[in-house]
């Protein structure tokens, strides 16, 4: 039986986002310093292992967002209305809360399903677009009337990965934002030259012509840009929610203001526990 925050017992919020997975003990209505694992990949008995260490030998009931222990639902769908199912995995008790996926074009939400449930349980008359980045893929969703209608993802951070790492580069880390303002700008002009450019980039940053801050902040405007020109019809004209961690945050505030398109910012570690947390506590 499911026990509300508030009624005293312990149990873990855990969410998994691609290899990552955070986790905080949660005691009644407090909540304890988030932890984070990097697991070797995402399967079933890597995070049973991590699961294992944040319990520390505690026999507590799991909320877990962002796993493939259920199946999606299909949009549209209203994020803060998507139950928990019970699931065992591998002798732990597990409560999953399911992602979201779509037909067409194909998409699926997982790591920042709740995310994006905490924030619309938070802002229940929010309509427009939360934006939600990760490491691996961003998720533009279209918010409506509570419901979650459509939404349209990108591999923006794999590419970012994937191209600095033939220049010996991290992908995070110092960035000119002046560079990745003027790459975007760029980028959403003529998306069609995006490989072109990267190509360019790589080059120069070969040759020693530009800094490392500097080949970052025209490796993630150029991809910001081609993104956000693939993206438009959500952003344009419409409210823009953006849940991202560092260094992702500033990256996608610079290159949406530089359209000129305000953006309400959220915490992205808030929005999960609060996610996770109206899951629980939902009868």
């Known amino acids: 039986m499911m026990q509300p925050p508030g009624g005293g017992a312990s149990w873990l919020a855990a969410n998994l986002d691609g290899n990552t997975l955070t986790a905080w ?5 407090t909540a ?6 990097q697991l070797p990949d995402s399967g079933p008995a890597a995070l049973a292992a991590g699961l294992r260490l944040l319990l520390s030998g505690d026999a507590l009931p799991v909320v877990l967002g962002g796993s493939s222990l259920v199946p ?4 549209p769908a209203v994020p803060a209305e998507l139950p928990l199912t019970a699931t065992p995995l591998e002798g732990l008790t597990i409560h999953a809360l399911p992602g979201l996926s779509q037909s067409v074009p194909g998409g699926l939400i997982q790591g920042g399903l709740a995310r994006l449930r905490g924030f619309l349980q938070l802002n229940p008359d929010w309509d427009g677009v939360v934006c939600l980045p990760g490491t691996a893929v961003t998720h533009w969703v279209q918010v409506s009337a509570k419901e979650a ?3 349209q993802s990108a591999l923006t951070g794999q590419l970012a990965a994937a191209v600095a790492q033939p220049m010996t580069l991290a992908a995070a ?3 000119s934002m002046e560079a990745l303002a003027e790459a975007a700008a760029d980028g959403i002009a003529k998306p069609e030259l995006l490989a072109a450019r990267l190509a ?3 080059a120069e940053a070969a040759l020693g012509q530009l800094q490392p801050d500097t080949v970052r902040g025209r490796l993630w405007g150029l991809l910001l840009g081609s993104e956000l020109a693939a993206a438009r019809p959500y952003w344009l004209g419409q409210n823009v929610a953006l849940l991202a961690e ?3 945050q500033p990256h996608y505030a610079a290159a949406l203001e530089a359209q000129g398109l305000p953006v309400t910012l959220a915490d992205p570690l808030r929005m999960t526990l609060e996610g996770l947390s109206r899951a629980w506590a939902a009868p």
Do not use: K
Request: aromatic content about 4%; hydrophobic content about 35%; some cysteine.
């Open 173 to 175: 880390g110092d960035c």
């Open 246 to 248: 560092a260094p992702l």
């Open 200 to 202: 360019a980039l790589q």
């Open 72 to 75: 999606p639902q299909r949009v």
């Open 32 to 37: 304890g310093t988030a932890q984070v694992q």
């Open 149 to 151: 209608v459509s939404f």
């Open 25 to 29: 003990t949660v005691t009644g209505s």
